[in-house]
């Protein structure tokens, strides 16, 4: 093809023919340059291809993150309302008064557990990390994702917070309170932990009245929590219906 023009340059300028040879000139400018904005076209078409099927990709990785964060925040959720509810149910008994009878409830409970979030967001972090977030082409969701993974931080920084209080609140020194009774139980039974820890049994002890608070502070600790859990899942249930929405 580059021959055949060359012969044609070669044959106006033999015969003279300035006038055609220049417009003959222009005319190849002008078809390079055409050919050059159809490769640039067809470069860009392809690469906004690529763009578009990674971006495919990337947000049905995020759905899937998302189910399961949803599915370990149904998980925490649920255990925090089992542990919830036999807390109330103790904390019940626990202003009547604990007896012989039903003290074993007591130094077998567990009236908090100290849980992180531990959610996923390796795909979040992949979609930064490549600059992808920000080709969505979706402000809207761009915006979404970006607010549901700041809650995700923030509220497991506050889980972290809440848990730290609960903690702080609770009588944690083997060598009193429920933590001695609790042991001595677990190393020699009921009787022995009753005959070491009679405040147990004695309402008006500065044990007791502790072991009250404890309660107060578990059981407020374990709502909290699990508020804050059912939030991020109706979050994340939103997120995933805009995700699919642009699929549709």
Do not use: P
Not at 83 to 107: M, R, V, W
Not at 138 to 167: F, H, M, P, Q, T
Not at 233 to 238: L, N, R, T
């Amino acid at each position: 093809m580059i021959k055949f023009f060359r012969k044609i340059r070669k044959n106006l300028l033999s015969e003279e023919k300035t006038g055609k040879y220049f417009k003959y000139a222009i005319g190849e400018i002008v078809l390079v340059v055409i050919g050059i904005l159809i490769a640039l076209s067809l470069n860009n078409w392809n690469t906004d291809r690529q763009n578009k099927n990674i971006r495919t990709q990337l947000l049905l990785k995020l759905d899937i993150e998302l189910q399961s964060n949803i599915d370990r925040l149904f998980f925490l959720s649920d255990n925090y309302e089992e542990l919830k509810e036999n807390n109330l149910s103790l904390y019940d008994t626990l202003l009547i008064g604990i007896t012989i009878q039903n003290a074993e409830k007591y130094l077998n409970s567990s009236t908090y557990a100290s849980n992180t979030l531990n959610l996923r967001s390796s795909t979040y972090e992949q979609m930064k990390n490549t600059g992808m977030l920000y080709k969505l082409n979706s402000d809207s969701l761009l915006n979404a994702i970006e607010a549901y993974y700041k809650l995700c931080e923030r509220e497991n920084y506050y889980i972290i917070k809440i848990n730290d209080g609960v903690v702080l609140n609770t009588n944690i020194d083997i060598n009193k309170g429920i933590t001695k009774a609790k042991y001595d139980y677990e190393a020699k039974g009921l009787d022995y932990a009753l005959q070491n820890n009679a405040w147990l049994l004695n309402k008006q002890s500065e044990e007791y009245t502790q072991l009250i608070r404890e309660f107060i502070h578990a059981i407020g600790g374990l709502y909290n929590v699990q508020l804050r859990c059912n939030r991020i899942i109706d979050e994340s249930k939103s997120l995933k219906e805009l995700i699919r929405e642009g699929f549709r």
